[in-house]
T-cell receptor, first 110, second 113 residues
Framework: LAKTTQPISMDSYEGQEVNITCSHNNIATNDYITWYQQFPSQGPRFIIQGYKTKVTNEVASLFIPADRKSSTLSLPRVSLSDTAVYYCLVGDGGADGLTFGKGTHLIIQP | DAGVTQSPTHLIKTRGQHVTLRCSPISGHKSVSWYQQVLGQGPQFIFQYYEKEERGRGNFPDRFSARQFPNYSSELNVNALLLGDSALYLC????????????FGDGTRLSIL
């Protein structure tokens, strides 16, 4: 399984764009990159998934360089409600299951 | 549409007891997986079931078992409970498998005294 490394914590302010980078140097050819968001006492919530280049949906963008050894989750114009833990996952959905690391604690201040 | 539902939401047990946790996936979802999340850590994969068969197993002892029923709902069973089993147990469902976005329930908080 590809191991991921992401910052333990990040701070930002309302209205700013936040970029969280995840390193996954030993990503395999069949692996996808997926990000989840988790609030206290709730289950993780799917944000975005990609394989290469750029993916955008209504809440975030995911940037993946050509070598796929890292990825960046971009949250545009964050609000206080974006304060949460963000997990970067890399895998092919095989029998080893999803591997969550410790995630990035994002704190948004007024 | 209803999301993934788990029951009970909270449970208190003592060491050595047995517990059964239940999960109802989103309608139409055939894959169910279970995770254990201890405080301050990310969720850890326990099992995945698809079409009532076990398709994946994490690094958990044999005290942990699960099954999936014909209606795709699932149970997680834990025998001989230990203090270290205290955690949030999460269930997730998806249409086909783990390579698709997972929809998580809000979990069962299990406390072992």
């Amino acid at each position: 399984l590809a191991k991921t490394t992401q910052p333990i914590s990040m701070d930002s302010y309302e209205g700013q764009e936040v970029n969280i980078t995840c390193s996954h140097n030993n990503i395999a050819t069949n692996d996808y990159i997926t990000w989840y968001q988790q609030f206290p006492s709730q289950g993780p919530r799917f944000i975005i998934q990609g394989y290469k280049t750029k993916v955008t949906n209504e809440v975030a963008s995911l940037f993946i360089p050509a070598d796929r050894k890292s990825s960046t989750l971009s949250l545009p114009r964050v609000s206080l409600s974006d304060t949460a833990v963000y997990y970067c996952l890399v895998g092919d959905g095989g029998a080893d299951g999803l591997t969550f690391g410790k995630g990035t604690h994002l704190i948004i201040q007024p | 549409d209803a999301g993934v539902t788990q029951s009970p939401t909270h449970l208190i047990k003592t060491r050595g007891q047995h517990v059964t946790l239940r999960c109802s996936p989103i309608s139409g979802h055939k894959s169910v997986s279970w995770y254990q999340q201890v405080l301050g850590q990310g969720p850890q994969f326990i099992f995945q079931y698809y079409e009532k068969e076990e398709r994946g197993r994490g690094n958990f002892p044999d005290r942990f078992s699960a099954r999936q029923f014909p209606n795709y709902s699932s149970e997680l069973n834990v025998n001989a409970l230990l203090l270290g089993d205290s955690a949030l147990y999460l269930c997730a469902s998806s249409l086909l498998g783990l390579n698709q976005p997972q929809h998580f329930g809000d979990g069962t908080r299990l406390s072992i005294l």
